[in-house]
């Protein structure tokens, strides 16, 4: 890890530095993801966020904005954070601070320090207690320095997951912390240390008083990392994902059964959440219930169901009438869900011959082939008005092509005439 993508970075933010320092010599630091994404070779691009953190009070951060910056928003001021747009950036700027929750309440308490030192040492981890100051002129980028007062970033070259301070008491100040140890080894490919898996069991309940929002966002950047297992494990084994999704613990003996899927299936929210709760019931219930997005969490429960659809039509012998009726259902959700069955039952040769089957048909008939008549179509091959008679055709030859595949527009035309004769005359004789 070289300190060069770091003192680029530097050089870019001088803007900012040169702001604050003119301003009453207030300092200001990049802190967070950031320094990690730099130290870890990847440059700041023009548009990337950045999070700071400065020993101005939030109050003096909004005065030192206005006006320079091209839009200052302030929603965060009571918690410490301005955020702004300068040009093409958003940076986020805190004032050093601790948070500590208090029983009941599901917002930190916040109080304000000119320390950076004191600032990072009550950070989440000893990766996310790093810091580089912003310069205020360009001979000053090229000698800045990473700030790293707990091995943060051996941390990261030896994959290891510590706090700066005791876990314990780093997890009873944020509870949220024990579902962040979770994202960073699914999103860091590190291993938590043993005081932190410790602290984490014990702690677990703390997670009562976080809303049910910010514990979601946690669990949605874990579930779309490139390899969310290591971490949706950690969250299984040490109790903290069944005290967060009581469901599961509901559903025993397989309760950590979705864990295992996880890393077989593409990194598709709904996709990973559906496979994370595929021992649930009602999988669409229980992500409303943990405040995913209303769409994410509606169409897990459609790929989870679609995905039971296929394990059992795959049970018994299918031909491509059987095939096309699961994927008609399925709709847009048929490629997630035949990933989720395979992903359930590697080994089993009648879902593996069905997912190909239906591939294949697939690529031969198109993945939603466009019914061949439309309703105003239908309306005047058979000379009716819109009404029943319209919704019952549109019916019809959606189950010819379920059985026999696509027609074309006057193979439609005359099978609906032949519907259509038969319907008039099982009417007259009635």
Known sequence: MSLATIRSAAAMLVPWGRQFAGAGAWRLYVVGGAVRS???????????????????????????????????WTQGERFGTVGCRHGRRTVEITTHRAEVYVEGSRRPEVTYGGDLLADLTRRDFTIGAMAFEVPASAAAAETTELIDPFGGREDLERGRL??????????????????????????????AEPDIEAAMRRLRGRLAIVSAERCARELSLLLVA???????????????????????????PDAAAGVALLDSVAPEESLRLAALLWTVPDIAASAGRLRFPGAVARRAGRIAAAARSLLDAASAPSGDAAIRRWATDAGETAPASAQLAA????????????????????SREGPSAPPPLSGSEVMAHLGVDAGPDVGAALRHLEELRIAGGPLDGDEARRRLSEWWARSRKRHADR
């Not at 005791?166 to 960073?184: H, I, K, M, T």
């Open 38 to 72: 730099l130290l870890g070779g990847t440059p700041l691009g023009p548009e990337d966020e950045v999070d700071m953190t400065t020993d101005a009070r939030p109050e003096v951060v909004r005065r030192i904005l206005t006006g320079w910056a091209d839009t200052v």
């Open 226 to 252: 490139e390899s969310p297992g290591a971490g949706a494990d950690l969250l299984a084994r040490t109790g903290v994902l069944a005290e967060i999704v009581p469901e599961l613990a509901a559903s025993e």
């Open 162 to 191: 510590r706090t700066p301070r005791s876990a314990e008491l780093s997890f009873s100040e944020d509870p949220l912390r024990v579902l962040r140890a979770g994202r960073f080894v699914a999103t860091l490919g590190l291993t």
């Open 343 to 362: 992903a359930v039952v590697p080994d089993d040769a009648g879902v593996a011959a069905f997912v190909d089957r239906w591939e294949r048909l697939r």
